[in-house]
Structure formats: C-alpha cells, structure tokens
C-alpha cells in the first residue's frame, strides 16, 4: 500500500520538536548563578550544566548517521523526543544537583540527536531547488530559539524559579511527540549497516576530548598551559585521526569523511565551521566588554545583544529564498567582506564609542552570519548523492560544538594574553580603569584573529560555486 507524504505536516511536526528541544540549550544560562545559591556549588561545578550538554551533543552527532539508517523516521523522532522529555522531567523534580545534573545530560541526548535526524529527513523530502527556503525555514527555528533562551530564562526564574525552566517545557515536549504519534510519516529506507563498535569508541573519545579540552581551556584555570588540558586535547587529536583512517578501511564507516572529496561540501563546510567559531566567541566576548569597560549588567548587555541574535533567526528564511534564487556566492562573497569590515570595527572598540554604534555593529555580525552559515551549508549537503545524506549531515552537525569550542576558547585565551601583555608593561597601582584599558587591549588582540579567520572565509568563498546535485527524486511516498 502506498501512502502520499504530506510534507507540510512533517516539516510542522520537526519544527515544534526542534524549537523546544534548541530552545533548552540555552534556557538555563542565566540560572546557573541561582542553581549555585540553591544547591552550594561553585562555578566550575555548576558550568557542567552548560559544558556537559554540549558535551553530550557533540559526542552523539557521529552515532547518529549510524542511527539514521537503522530506524525509521517515526522510530527516531518520537524516540529522542520521549528521551528528551524523561530528562525535563527528571530535571524538573530534582532534589539535588547530581539528578539535575543527570536529567540535563539525558536531554542532550535527545537534542543532540534531534537535529541531524531532522536535516537528513528535509534532504530526502525536498528538492535541491526549493531546500534553501525549506532549510532557512528550519534555520529560522534553530537559530530563533537559542536567542530568545536567555531573556525568557530571565523572566522565568525571577517571576516563578528555577525549575519552571523545565516545567513550562514538559507540557511542550508532550505535545510534541502525539503530534508526531498521529501524523509524522516515515522517509527514506532503513539499511541497517554494521555498527563498528572501535569507531564509536574513537569518535567519543576524539570528539568529547576535543570538545570538553577546548572549552576548559576558554573557562580558565590555566587555559592552553594547563598540561591536563593539552593531554586530553593531544589524545583527542590522536583518538580522531585513527577514527579518520578507520573510517577510510571499513566497508561501513560510521561517518564516511569521503563527503570531503565532494570539492563544495569541503569548502561549504569549512566556511560554515569558520563563521561558527567566530559567530560564538562573539557572544562571549561581547557579554563580557559591554559588562566591563562598558559597565552594563548581566541582564542589560543580553538586551542588547538581543536585536542583532533575534534578527539572525529572522532573516534565514528570506536568506533561503535568496539562495534559491541566485545561488550560493552572490550572498557569501558580499556577506563575507562586511563580516571583515564588522570583525575591523570591534579589533577599534573602546569604551568612548556610543553604544548604539555598538548595537549597530552586532546586528550587521549577526545578518552577515545569517547571509553565509546556512547558504553554505546547505550548498554543501545540495553535492551529495542521497546514500550520503546522513554522514554529511551528522560530519556538519559535529563539527558546529568543536568550531563553537575552538572559537570560545582561542578568542578567550588571546584576550587574555592581551590583557596580560597590557598590564605588564604599564606599572604602578591596578585601577579600575587600568583594568578596562587592558581588556579592551585583549578584545583587540582577538578581533585581529578574527579578521584572518574572516578573509580566509572570504577567500574560500571565491571557489564555492552553485552544487549541482546528482540524480535526485523526492520521497513522495512510502510504501
């Protein structure tokens, strides 16, 4: 019997879950300062809620290419989702932070798998003419829903707690996964490839290393000197280059890194990495100067930042429209000089500069990005044949925690450095604003870095051109 897909009510049904499942990831930011009053606990500690989420993520990112073609679309949606909901609940009723904790890493389980189940789904529904539009719509979700995490986080924990962060979730969630009950059909085949149990034990090895390493290091105690930390990044390093060469050996590769020797998915995905890493130090560096030189609050410099974060998510649906229409380069070359011109102004920021210039600065940041991240990747996943859908989408998924921790922790430990450099060479008594002139010093340093990462996305983008699919028909029905 063959049954029509309505591909209107899949995309719906991907939409709800995603939203409230990225929405989490950063709906508990503003609390970890009340989780450390409620439960005795020191930053370090507490910041596990937020480094072990994605921790968790991005060790199952890989796994779930190998989970994609062993379960069926229904299977894996209503499966992580009802994953995801068992961690809001235990995280809603803890009594203590070890079962908090726990319920927060079982969500990440559901959230990590989440989205690479969803892209490759889209991929097979979609043609490649119509999934910049398709794809921006998703954007719009993913990116929307992390923007907005703080400020809601903030007005829930000052008007009901804490755990309301995760009550408000719980009802949400359950709609979600009857919705799906009820209407989400299956697409694509189910393979069932060998599971080769070395390398998933490489990949979370390498990529929990890389990940959890790098971010250490952009928290502090000790940064790239901490031996500890070079350790675990150095086996990292080592544990994903093996992963690497495994996955060229064996008949049924976890991940199959040949996605690269497709020349536009190598250069799409490496911009998309590029403007990620420095998409995230830019929200962490800018909290941190609008809260120092420029003395605004917690809560005062994420209103800020609020316009440029929200009008990211805004403008990927229209950005997948443009890309639709005229292609790839005619929106990453141009976005990529003004990312430049943006990363010159803030390498000149000083406390002097009228915030509205500053606000201003962002919001170009933030739709420079929109104007290349999902272009790019989905100009990239557009070259692939169909039987490569879940290793190029779980290898673009991946790598978006790495770049994000690789980012945070370069911008940090150079801003750091400068700081460092500043105050060495000017002596006497340590005053506030001797302290302010060294941070903006560092914020420098790590805008010059970033301007190189900036050019060379630039550079690369002159190659990229408009992926012509191979032979592709849309998953119309289902048998």
């Given at each position: ?366 739709l420079s990005v929109s ?44 801003m750091s450095q400068g ?57 119309e029905k289902e048998s």
């Amino acid at each position: 019997m063959e049954i029509k897909l309505n591909r209107k009510i899949i995309l719906a049904t991907f939409m709800i879950g995603a939203f409230f499942a990225v929405l989490n990831e950063t709906l508990l930011n503003i609390a970890l300062t009340e989780l450390m009053d409620v439960f005795g606990l020191s930053a370090p500690t507490v910041q596990w809620m937020a480094t072990g989420f994605m921790l968790v993520m991005g060790v199952l990112m890989p796994i779930s290419a190998l989970l994609i073609q062993w379960f069926t679309t229904r299977q894996m949606f209503i499966g992580v989702m009802s994953v995801f909901l068992a961690g809001t609940v235990i995280a809603a009723s803890a009594v203590n932070f070890p079962m908090l904790l726990t319920g927060r890493m079982i969500q990440a389980v559901g959230t990590g798998l989440l989205i690479p189940v969803i892209m490759n789904a889209l991929l097979l529904l979609y043609e490649p003419e119509v999934r910049g539009r398709i794809m921006g719509t998703f954007g719009l979700v993913i990116m929307f829903a992390p923007a907005i995490g703080p400020t809601l986080s903030g007005v829930i924990v000052d008007w009901l707690g804490w755990r309301w962060l995760f009550i408000t979730v719980i009802p949400f969630a359950v709609f979600s996964i009857l919705f799906a009950v009820k209407y989400l059909q299956n697409v694509g085949e189910v393979t069932r490839p060998k599971a080769d149990v070395l390398s998933i034990i490489l990949s979370s090895i390498g990529i929990g290393g890389i990940v959890y390493g790098f971010s250490s290091a952009g928290e502090g105690g000790g940064g790239f000197a901490s031996m500890e930390i070079i350790a675990i990044i150095g086996v990292s390093i080592a544990s994903l280059i093996f992963f690497v060469f495994r996955q060229l050996k064996i008949e049924d590769p976890l991940l199959d890194v040949r996605v690269f020797a497709y020349k536009n998915y190598a250069r799409g995905i490496i911009i998309f990495v590029i403007v990620i890493m420095a998409m995230f130090a830019s929200e962490i560096v800018m909290p941190m100067y609008l809260q120092g030189p420029l003395g605004f609050s917690a809560k005062a410099a994420g209103l800020l930042l609020l316009p440029g974060a929200l009008l990211n998510g805004l403008m990927s649906p229209v950005m997948g429209t443009l890309f639709d229409k005229f292609g790839p380069r005619k929106l990453i070359i141009p976005a990529s000089l003004v990312l430049v011109a943006v990363m010159v102004f803030f390498s000149y920021i000083n406390p002097s500069i009228p915030i509205w210039y500053f606000i201003f600065a962002y919001i170009i940041l933030m739709l420079s990005v929109s104007a290349i991240l999902m272009p790019a990747q989905t100009n990239a996943l557009n070259e692939l044949p169909k039987h490569l859908y879940p290793h190029g989408t779980a290898i673009a998924n991946t790598l978006q925690p790495i770049g994000g921790a690789l980012g945070v922790s370069i911008f940090v430990s150079i801003m750091s450095q400068g700081q460092e450099n500043y105050l060495d060479d000017h002596s006497g008594a340590i005053t506030n604003d001797l302290l302010n002139k060294a941070m903006t010093a560092g914020v420098h340093h790590a805008y010059w870095f970033a301007i190189a990462l900036c050019v060379s996305t630039f550079v690369i983008a002159l190659f990229v051109k408009k992926a012509i699919a191979p032979d592709f028909e849309p998953e119309e029905k289902e048998s």
